[in-house]
């Protein structure tokens, strides 16, 4: 009775994605982001920018002579690698989608890569995931993501130090998988370009006080303070405890530390201090905006949009320029379509890219987020440098 | 050798922090001890009364702010002091009518009330929770230095600052004051002596006409007094956050072990040991040491015993060795 169970399931499972598999013209896209859990204010928004994407292709009609393009969401859940493995397999076996766009969450993306992306082959473009760790993923070539690596922002910030004559930080971090991966990754760069770490420390966050962490921090001691924390967790108590203590008077703040709170509890206490976050100057940002105003997207001024924009474009010009919509045939051409040379193209002008290509040309996109793929497929990252001028968070420059 | 940036360092980063948390904790212990002294069970409910005295508190400053009521230099949330203690020990009472006189009568087991006093903490906890929310609240004002560090590093020309902030200094003058009071009533006045008496020997208290339930409900008064007054003082020296006073219930229960359960001295004594124990090892020493070290010597590691994450694993340590070696603590308490 049992084997006749799982025979009857098997077979119906085949059927199905038979059956999914049996529509010419439709070209199915998963998007898979955590609509539950830690990050499900974010995630809709950068759903709907994806779809965007797809929507704009679709209503081309270029796409293989035509084709549409039809999203299937599906939920990452951010933190649970098993319920999103599951949601994965699903996509691939019984929707039969041709990409996947995602995941988000860094600890769900490599789960997801390893257990069902690389067995079955799909090609997987992520807009979120920053982990360092995704770098060295065994991925067949099969793995890009349209966000820069924490280890770019290690970088970045390691070079922004050095500018300033800053020779020695100590360096404390949220105990995590984003502030220990932030944190490894500063303290390699830093060390490569000449600087010293004194101290390396985790911080918990929530805490009521955090002068004990500060005098340890203090006892190292450093011309700067780098903070890889949140900005609405323990990272202001670590800044207001060395504040107090006289121990550290500037600070290095990374991304998580930079938004308008900072204004508001410190203000000119923290003058001098500097700080990173992705970004970039390119119009392509003002495009998208525009498009996504239009659209009436909900939260599109939220982070990641343009990304979840430019990650599914990339997996349909990669489609169009391979001529197939296999990931084994077009995981070749992602990298092509992303860099140069090529015509330049900007979010809005997918169905020129779609023409260019199948005309047999070549394109460079630019996208919303100014893309351009390094190392084994992910952004190369652009990075605003801030400097807190008179209390306010001010854009030195773009890097 | 540099003896004095040496004692400024130590100064600066534990004596004056660690004076100002023992303060805080000395007062949280001696409600403890009065309850156990007094009504004879562990108050597990302790951290939460504190909590929901503070959040009162809170919500008075907060109100005082929106009608620009300020007290100068010094942090309005003294101001709200009364209103939070009176709201508290509205609370207490209530909590003893409905919960514990029933298992007073009863003449219950202290373990029983023990259990008891669990189910009150996490409906406090809720009741907190429910009307402040779970998140950080910052509610001090005025000004936040004695002396900043930066101010004396200019001041002295010296390469150490210290800093000394207003709300340590007030800590540190509120538990002296709230101290002498407190030793003042037990052991002067009348309805002190008869507090005493009821703790020494409920029967014989009762043979000689005292009353329990007032003897209860002045116990319970102070001790919303002492719970409020150390919940605020530690919220403007911190921040306030429900769950830390959830937390804070093993350093406090720790110092009144460690004194002596039922000692009043000991709560205070215990409240120091507890915070210069937490700070002192939990300390990293190598600037210290390299100050009192030769010239140019300074330690390769940073001499710190343990990790500032152990902080609480400090005060339990501390709790099993003195239970498992002197049970009745370090100034004769009752035994537990």
Not at chain 1, 250 to 269: N, Q, R, S
Request: charged residues 15%; negative net charge.
């Amino acid at each position: 009775m049992k084997k006749f169970l799982m025979a009857t399931a098997a077979t119906a499972l085949m059927a199905g994605s038979a059956f999914a598999g049996s529509h010419g013209n439709e070209v199915k896209l998963g998007v898979i982001l955590g609509f539950t859990g830690p990050i499900e204010s974010l995630t809709p928004a950068m759903a709907a920018g994806a779809e965007l994407a797809m929507a704009e292709v679709s209503a081309s009609g270029k796409l293989m002579g035509g084709a549409k393009v039809t999203p299937v969401r599906a939920d990452s859940t951010c933190v649970d690698a098993g319920a999103a493995t599951a949601a994965a397999e699903r996509l691939i076996t019984s929707e039969g989608v041709k990409g996947i766009m995602g995941a988000d969450c860094s600890g769900v993306t490599g789960a997801i890569l390893a257990n069902v992306a690389v067995p079955n082959g799909v090609v997987m473009i992520s807009p979120s995931a920053t982990s360092p760790a995704l770098t060295a993923a065994e991925d067949n070539g099969l793995f890009f993501r349209t966000a820069p690596s924490d280890a770019r922002q290690g970088q970045v910030l390691a070079d922004v130090l050095m500018e300033k004559g800053i020779k020695s930080v100590a360096v404390t971090y949220t105990n995590n998988d984003y502030g220990k991966g932030l944190a490894d990754s500063f303290a390699a760069a830093y060390a490569a370009v000449g600087g010293t770490v004194t101290t390396t420390a985790a911080h918990e966050d929530g805490k009521a006080d955090y002068s004990a962490e500060v005098g340890a921090l203090a006892a190292a001691g450093g011309d700067a303070l780098v903070v890889a924390g949140y900005v609405d967790q323990g990272g202001p108590g670590i800044i207001r405890a060395s504040l107090d203590a006289g121990a550290f008077e500037t600070f290095v703040l990374p991304d998580g530390m930079i938004g308008g709170a900072l204004e508001t509890t410190f203000g000119a206490e923290i003058n001098g201090s500097i700080g990173t976050v992705p970004g970039t100057e390119s119009e392509g940002a003002t495009m998208m905006a525009k498009m996504i105003a239009d659209a009436g997207i909900a939260g599109g001024d939220g982070p990641y949009v343009g990304e979840s924009y430019d990650a599914a474009a990339l997996i349909l010009l990669a489609m169009q320029a391979a001529g197939s919509t296999e990931p084994g045939d077009y995981k070749a051409k992602v990298m092509d379509v992303a860099n140069a040379p090529g015509e330049k193209i900007y979010p809005g002008e997918l169905a020129k890219a779609l023409e260019i290509l199948a005309g047999g040309g070549d394109i460079d996109y630019v996208g919303a987020t100014a893309v351009e793929l390094i190392g084994p497929g992910e952004a190369a990252g652009g990075y605003r440098e801030i400097e807190i001028k008179d209390g306010k968070l001010t854009t030195v420059k773009y890097r | 050798m540099d003896l004095l940036h040496a004692f400024l360092t130590l100064a600066n980063f534990v004596l004056v922090p660690a004076i100002a948390y023992g303060s805080q904790l000395a007062i949280g212990a001696l409600g403890v001890t009065l309850i156990y002294g007094i009504l004879r069970f562990s108050n597990f409910a302790h951290g939460d009364t504190m909590a929901f005295g503070t959040m009162v508190v809170v919500l008075v400053t907060w109100w005082f702010q929106s009608m620009g009521i300020h007290l100068g230099p010094l942090p309005t949330a003294l101001l709200a002091l009364p209103v939070g203690i009176a709201a508290c020990a509205a609370l207490v009472l209530v909590t003893d009518r409905a919960v514990y006189r029933f298992y007073r009568a009863q003449k219950a087991k202290p373990v029983i009330l023990v259990i008891v006093s669990m189910g009150v903490m996490f409906i406090m906890n809720s009741l907190v929770r429910f009307i402040i929310g779970p998140d950080e609240q910052r509610f001090a004002d005025g000004e936040r230095f004695i002396l900043s560090a930066r101010d004396f590093k200019a001041m002295t020309g010296l390469d150490e600052g210290l800093t000394i902030k207003t709300t340590q200094g007030i800590t540190v003058i509120t538990a002296v004051v709230v101290v002498a009071a407190l030793f003042w009533f037990l052991n002067k006045t009348r309805t002190g002596k008869s507090m005493r008496a009821y703790s020494d020997n409920e029967d014989l208290a009762l043979l000689s006409g005292i009353n329990p339930e007032r003897v209860v409900v002045i116990t319970w008064l102070i001790v919303a007094a002492l719970a409020t007054v150390a919940g605020t003082l530690y919220g403007l020296d911190k921040s306030f956050k429900p769950f830390t006073y959830f937390q804070l219930l093993l350093p406090i229960f720790a110092s009144a072990i460690v004194g002596g359960l039922g000692n009043p001295l000991g709560a205070i004594a215990g409240g120091f040991v507890i915070a210069f124990s937490e700070v002192t090892v939990t300390y990293a020493w190598k600037k210290v040491l390299a100050y009192l070290g030769p010239e140019g010597w300074s330690p390769d590691g940073l001499v710190q015993l343990l990790s500032t994450d152990y902080k609480f694993a400090v005060s339990f340590a501390i709790l099993l060795v003195v239970l498992l070696f002197k049970p009745t603590g370090l100034f004769k308490g009752k035994s537990v």
